[in-house]
Nanobody
Framework: QVQLVDTGGGLVQTGGSLRLSCTAS????????MGWLRQAPGKEREFVAG????????YYGDVVKRRFTISRDNAKNTVYLQMNSLQPEDTAVYYC????????????????WGQGTQVTVSS
């Protein structure tokens, strides 16, 4: 069992930046693909970014490419999402998630989920 704790959300103005963090319990962190999904009010949950267990492979949803960067520190059991050039349409609850394969994350079928952290971008 893996427990994920998401932190780092908040209120930011358009064009600003935030960094989300997700810390995992357990000793098998590096064996999981980690990632972030988000859900805005009235919308379906969508894939934001994912990263392989080693950190050597990264994957991004089309809406965030070149603005967001995902990384991980396996020694700290932590995955990060650096978000730059934030726009009002990025407002959502962001969820850290873990799975065995990237397809689980891109399809919203992650095995483990964090509690979510709210990101609000004001115009």
């Amino acid at each position: 069992q893996v427990q994920l704790v998401d932190t780092g959300g908040g209120l930011v103005q358009t064009g600003g930046s935030l960094r989300l963090s997700c810390t995992a319990s357990g000793r098998t962190f590096s064996s999981y693909v980690m990632g972030w999904l988000r859900q805005a009010p009235g919308k379906e949950r969508e894939f934001v970014a994912g990263i392989s267990g080693s950190g050597g492979g990264t994957y991004y949803g089309d809406v965030v490419k070149r603005r967001f960067t995902i990384s991980r520190d396996n020694a700290k059991n932590t995955v990060y999402l650096q978000m730059n050039s934030l726009q009002p349409e990025d407002t959502a609850v962001y969820y850290c998630s873990a799975g065995s394969y990237i397809d689980q994350l891109t399809n919203g079928r992650s095995v483990f989920w964090g509690q979510g952290t709210q990101v609000t971008v004001s115009s």
